[in-house]
């Protein structure tokens, strides 16, 4: 360690493998604001013309900074400088001012962003409500979380997801965060009741935010204990309900008495004889330079009202940065398309259309109203089932209505800069709006998904003419009325039909490379774009393709995958355990069985595949297509479905149970009891060998639980998290073969020293190689 005069200090550290020198280490951390400052603060912006924020986020900036005079001294107008020294960004519509400080690393919660909109997440983003003064928009937003537990799972979320992906730990313990976050004040509120809160909150660094935690929690942390340990510090634990203070007071107090013990940590560290790598991770992490966003104008003739501006603004923000520096994603950008485009809209108050029809049509599509309130909003009479799928019709009729379709693409246009929008590339922008309720239950089949709506999705040619949907409990019920001409039946089917097939990867955007594989392997008679192939599906005359469509949309469901789309085939010849849900899988189509599902020789239902799809929209070309080539499900070699029920006895008249048939493995017998034995008696090497058989059986069994846990969770862990990250694997993979290994030599020395006679009669049989530990060097 090296110092000057009390000054800055430098310090040699190891972090990982490298070996760093850590400069510019403060003799001392910086105390916390007072009440005074917190009232020197909220006067300054008072008196700021340019500016407006409640008393209580002026409070919450004051608490966050480091330095409450300077940001008090920015916020000062004076004679030169009315609006005093704020910096100032022209984005689309609005003018923002922001003061730049520093903050506290435990006063920022990580903010919502476009990017994670799209995400396969297991915890909700919170609704956003933007806040205004007398018609003004201020530079503040409301959270409006289910409880408190929500908003600590979605920090814990966003930061262990961030982690995830990327981190900047190794840079900033070098270097610390040199890039100002950029962040604005922003009021919690509970569904529950719970008080609401003013926080600070981070719209863009939230990598370097959680990196910053993974600096203070140690090299080589686990995304989860960094996680655990940001959302421990941001909202500690005496936040019971009742107490006193109120909660906001209660959660800083918190917060401070945290810092305390980080302050006092780094002092002895400091005042040590020796110290080093805490007391870096400390002084690099403890403040962060952020962009406060303060204050926002709205220009002349802008499209958006008062309270959707600054929240709009700062989406802007976001957009540039992330489209000039790192890119989001296309669902990303294209659900920031759609629903800008929806906002500005709202405010042309055309008289086509009323307003408040609009402003729910984009509560549906952000997740804003939820699928159990829908049917109150868009519902006549009778009105539709409150299920995901109904959600997505209503959704969809919504947006693609002849009056508000043009509107809305010559916006999308205008918004992305381009010339030309056709019906694939508006299909391109529902895709990550319409699965936004089953998003987590389908992850593994979200890219093809999506893939199918950039190919066109639902939107045949004359999905876009006026219709209204028609709520039914049994889509089957809608068959008769498409075939005499109903418009609107047959566009309800065409489009909870088509949804249902592309959610669940019975309909994707087929390639020349379709043609080729087998009727069971993904492979098409013909190639088609989806939304011709919706189109066939759906016309009058077509009688296959309506129950087809029909079928799908009745078996549809929200909260998981069908047999037919992932089959998970057991590795280890283990039958799945006894469930007691249905099964979930399509079946094909045969208009000449009683119940409309095709069966085969031994009376077992069919499964439905594309190919069966495809097919059904057009019955005389794919007659004209070569045949689907074997191998069919019936055979017994097939993994993904039962042939055939036990015994070979007919199947019941329900297809699901007929298809599917659960064996239950029986119970190992019970160990036996020892009897109780004298507290000093030593225990015999032989039984305490059989006490550590036990625990070794029980410790593989466990480990074989654990394992089939991960695999049941991880189609409902986000996309953006790995179930287990992949050094925990390499981790995991060596000690098992090393158990692997041991267990192998015991085997053999076993047979060797006491086979039995059954065995020193049998034939002698070649031994396998002993694997070899020193393998995994």
């Not at 008769?480 to 990867?505: E, N």
Request: charged content about 20%; aromatic content about 6%; overall charge negative.
């Amino acid at each position: 360690m090296t110092t000057g005069n009390s000054g800055p200090l430098s310090l040699d550290i190891v972090w990982g493998t490298d070996a760093i020198r850590v400069t510019n280490i403060p003799p001392r951390l910086p105390a916390d604001s007072t009440d005074r400052h917190a009232s020197e603060v909220t006067s300054a912006g008072r008196a700021n013309p340019n500016t407006w924020l409640p008393d209580t986020a002026w409070g919450a900036i004051a608490r966050a900074t480091t330095g409450p005079g300077a940001l008090a001294v920015q916020l000062r107008p004076t004679p030169d400088e009315p609006s005093g020294l704020l910096m100032v960004e022209n984005v689309e519509g609005a003018t923002l001012r922001s003061v730049v400080t520093r903050v506290l690393l435990n006063e920022l919660f990580p903010g919502p962003q476009p990017r994670t909109g799209t995400e396969v997440s297991e915890v909700a983003d919170p609704q956003v409500r933007g806040v205004t003064h007398e018609g003004r928009p201020g530079s503040t937003v409301q959270y409006r979380y289910d409880s408190l537990t929500h908003l600590r799972d979605h920090v814990w979320q966003t930061v262990h997801a961030t982690l995830s992906i990327n981190t900047y730990a190794t840079s900033i313990v070098t270097r610390s965060v040199t890039r100002n976050l950029i962040t604005h004040p922003a009021e919690i509120t509970f569904a529950d009741g719970t008080d609401p809160i003013h926080l600070l909150v981070v719209r863009d660094g939230i990598t370097r935010l959680a990196s910053a935690w993974a600096v203070l929690a140690g090299y080589g942390a686990d995304p989860a204990e960094v996680a655990t340990l940001a959302t421990d510090a941001l909202l500690g634990k005496a936040a019971s309900a009742g107490a006193e203070p109120g909660l906001g007071q209660r959660l800083a107090n918190g917060r401070a008495q945290w810092r305390q013990g980080l302050r006092q940590e780094f002092h002895d560290e400091i005042a040590g004889e020796t110290h080093g790598l805490r007391a870096a991770q400390i002084a690099q992490t403890y403040v962060i330079p952020a962009q406060i966003a303060v204050g926002i104008e709205g220009h002349e003739g802008r499209a958006l009202s008062a309270e959707d501006l600054f929240d709009d603004a700062i989406r802007s923000v976001l957009a540039s940065v992330h489209v000039e520096f790192k890119p989001w994603d296309d669902a990303a950008q294209n659900v920031e398309v759609i629903t800008r485009a929806l906002k500005r809209i709202i405010q042309q108050d055309d008289q086509r259309w009323k307003t408040d029809d609009l402003r729910s049509v984009y509560g549906l599509a952000v997740g804003r109203i939820p699928v159990a309130d829908f049917p109150h909003l868009f519902g006549g009479d009778p009105a539709p089932p409150a299920t995901a799928l109904w959600r997505a019709v209503y959704l969809v009729n919504a947006l693609t209505r002849p009056e508000l379709l043009e509107s809305l693409k010559d916006q999308a246009k205008a918004i992305k800069g381009g010339r030309r929008m056709g019906m694939k590339g508006f299909g391109e922008l529902l895709g990550p709006i319409v699965d936004l309720p089953w998003r987590a239950k389908k992850k593994f089949v979200t890219k093809q998904a999506r893939n199918a709506w950039n190919n066109g999705g639902v939107l045949s040619s004359d999905i876009t003419d006026s219709w209204t949907p028609r709520p039914t409990d049994d889509f089957t019920e809608l068959i008769a009325p498409a075939m005499d001409g109903d418009a609107d039946a047959r566009h309800t089917l065409a489009v909870a039909g088509g949804v249902a097939l592309i959610a669940d990867k019975l309909l994707t955007r087929n390639v020349g490379s379709s043609l080729g594989p087998t009727r069971e392997k993904g492979g098409v008679p013909f190639r088609s774009d989806v939304h011709k192939v919706i189109e066939g599906l759906s016309q009058s005359t077509n009688e296959l393709g309506l129950w087809t469509l029909a079928l799908a949309a009745k078996t549809f469901r929200s909260d998981g995958l069908p047999q037919n789309s992932v089959p998970r085939q057991s590795l280890t010849g283990k039958e799945p355990a006894t469930s007691a849900e249905r099964p979930y899988v399509y079946f094909k189509v045969d208009l000449s069985a009683p119940d409309r599902i095709a069966r085969d020789a031994h009376g077992v239902p069919v499964p439905l595949y594309e190919w069966d799809v495809v097919a059904a929209s057009d019955p005389k070309r794919a007659a004209q297509a070569a045949p689907p080539p074997a191998p069919t499900p019936t055979q017994p070699d097939d993994a993904t479905f039962t042939s055939a029920p036990p015994g070979g006895e007919p199947v019941t008249t329900d297809p699901v149970v007929g298809l599917f048939s659960h064996s239950t493995e029986g119970a190992p017998p019970s160990a036996p009891v020892p009897a109780p034995r004298p507290d000093d008696a030593p225990v015999p090497p032989s039984q305490r060998a059989a006490a550590h058989r036990g625990t070794l059986r029980l410790g593989v069994q466990g480990a074989r639980d654990a394992l089939d846990h991960l695999y049941s969770l991880e189609p409902e862990v986000g996309g953006h998290t790995p179930i287990v990250p992949v050094d925990q694997l390499d981790e995991l993979h060596k000690l098992l073969v090393g158990i692997l290994t041991d267990v192998e030599n015991l085997r053999r020395r076993t047979v060797e020293n006491h086979g039995s006679a059954s065995a020193e009669d049998a034939p002698e049989a070649e031994e396998p190689d002993e694997p070899q530990a020193t393998s995994l060097d």
